[in-house]
């Protein structure tokens, strides 16, 4: 074999044996790494290195995750398809505060500012709020397809609609 073919061989052995260590353990070197979801009663948030999150609402947490306080992945309809791929929420858009004004991945207008405060200066109620979130429609008027609709009970609508009061 040639000096071209080693080399050829070396690159193909270092490719195969990256790919074998971010498939079959790549996340030894993380030891506080816990994979997305429940551990205890608590939720663990992807990635290396983070604790539990206790949250201090059933709001906050679907907020947060798109998981209730029941351990409940909120099904939805709609949306860019890393959420349906990866999971997601309301701050996946809109962010921690809930104010928007930037663009998500994969979508064409930007996420709009869904405080409760901004929402009622809009004129919106508890009702057309609900609305926006379950059917994706605000006004009469159908919502960005980018907007998932969330098949929520009324009690985590509740929840959340409680939750957004407390965004300023």
Not at 13 to 31: C, I, R
Not at 104 to 129: F, H, K, T, V, W
Not at 140 to 154: F, I, N, T, V
Request: glycine share 14%.
């Amino acid at each position: 074999m040639d000096k071209a073919g080693y080399i050829i061989v070396g690159i193909i052995s270092a490719l195969v044996v990256g790919s074998l260590l971010l498939t079959q353990g790549g996340y030894y070197w993380m030891p506080t790494y816990r994979p997305m979801g429940y551990e205890d009663g608590r939720y663990y948030p992807p990635g290396c290195c983070q604790g539990p999150v206790n949250f201090q609402s059933n709001g906050e947490r679907i907020y947060y995750t798109g998981i209730n306080e029941k351990g409940e992945r909120i099904p939805f309809t709609g949306g860019p398809s890393w959420l349906a791929n990866h999971g997601g929420s309301c701050v996946n858009c809109h962010g921690r505060g809930g104010k928007g004004g930037f663009v998500p991945m994969m979508c064409n207008e930007q996420a709009p500012d869904i405080r409760y405060s901004e929402m009622l200066r809009e004129g919106m109620s508890d009702e057309n709020i609900k609305t926006a979130i379950t059917k994706g429609v605000h006004e009469g008027e159908e919502l960005d397809w980018c907007m998932p609709r969330w098949q929520m009970s009324e009690e985590d609508l509740s929840d959340i609609i409680a939750y957004l009061k407390e965004l300023e």
